[in-house]
């Protein structure tokens, strides 16, 4: 090979390399790797925001396996999402009768509540019991909207089952177990009342003669007084009445017995609440009838069950 195309070849590759060198250091000034430039960016902050875990139906009670937390970008948020509170959410101004420090009452108090939520964030924990007011698809954001949390205007219309209507009647610590009847707990109601002994020509020195009968089984309290769950560290409630959850007919029924007598509710085993629930056949119920006695010449009342 020639010695002038040799220098030739030699002064193109140098040339080549010495483009190269000027074009890598236009591409990255620093002489870092443009990988290296990504990576150093800063990574976006995140939010745990609370969705469900699963489909959720309306008059549903959320417990703690029907929700979750998701990492969500901050800018993304919604002001109406659930958040665990760690991170700070800009949110809306409270309400003016906050700021003025009236105290609210009925809507507006869950309107209050639920702004604070969004401003201070909640656990998990403070929505299980909370039932669920519209349909929520499983990795949807929890709102306040669609749910009715314990103690919010129309909880007791959102829990009762489809068909259901909530009765409450007059109980104390005597009928109502000593007060160890909670709310979710089943009851039998045992109606106690006067034997009438008109028809058997009673005198006033007869002693009153009573009897009793199960009227209702397994009835659900939904609430002692204006409690709908006990607290976490309560082994009794005690209240001046008690709701419970009947059908329409057994409504009636319920309200018929009022008027007859004393009511006193019997609390039902956990591994007893399977059974048909509802009013109890007159043929089921325990009779009783009082007949007058001669001995002796006396005259006595006895009830015969």
Do not use: H
């Amino acid at each position: 090979m020639k010695p002038a195309r040799i220098i030739v070849i030699c002064v193109a590759a140098v040339a080549a390399i010495g483009l190269a060198l000027v074009v890598r250091a236009m591409g990255s000034p620093s002489g870092e790797p443009a990988a290296a430039a990504a990576a150093a960016e800063p990574a976006k902050p995140m939010a745990k925001v609370l969705i469900a875990a699963k489909d959720l139906q309306p008059g549903q009670r959320l417990t703690e396996s029907d929700m979750d937390w998701k990492d969500w970008p901050v800018d993304e948020v919604n002001p109406a999402f659930i958040t665990d509170g760690t991170v700070p959410i800009p949110t809306a101004a409270a309400p003016a009768a906050a700021e003025k420090g009236d105290k609210p009452e009925g809507a507006v108090a869950s309107v209050t509540r639920a702004a604070t939520d969004l401003a201070t964030g909640g656990a998990k924990a403070d929505y299980v019991g909370s039932v669920v007011r519209e349909p929520i698809l499983a990795g949807e954001p929890i709102v306040m909207r669609k749910i009715v949390r314990a103690g919010d205007s129309g909880y007791m219309a959102a829990y009762l089952e489809p068909g259901m209507r909530a009765m409450a009647i007059r109980v104390t610590v005597e009928t109502a177990a000593g007060g160890f009847i909670l709310p979710g707990d089943r009851v039998d109601v045992v109606l106690t009342r006067e034997t009438t002994l008109s028809n058997l020509g009673a005198s006033e020195n007869d002693r009153s003669k009573f009897s009793s009968a199960t009227v209702m089984q397994n009835i659900k309290v939904l609430a002692i007084d204006q409690s709908t769950r006990a607290g976490d560290d309560e082994q009794a409630v005690i209240g001046a009445t008690a709701t419970l959850e009947v059908g329409p007919r057994d409504a009636e029924s319920l309200a018929l017995a009022k008027s007859e007598g004393e009511l006193s509710l019997v609390l039902r085993s956990y591994a007893d609440t399977a059974g048909p629930s509802g009013s109890v056949s007159p043929a089921r119920r325990q009779q009783s009838s009082a007949v007058r006695v001669y001995r002796g010449g006396a005259p006595e009342v006895v009830v015969v069950q």
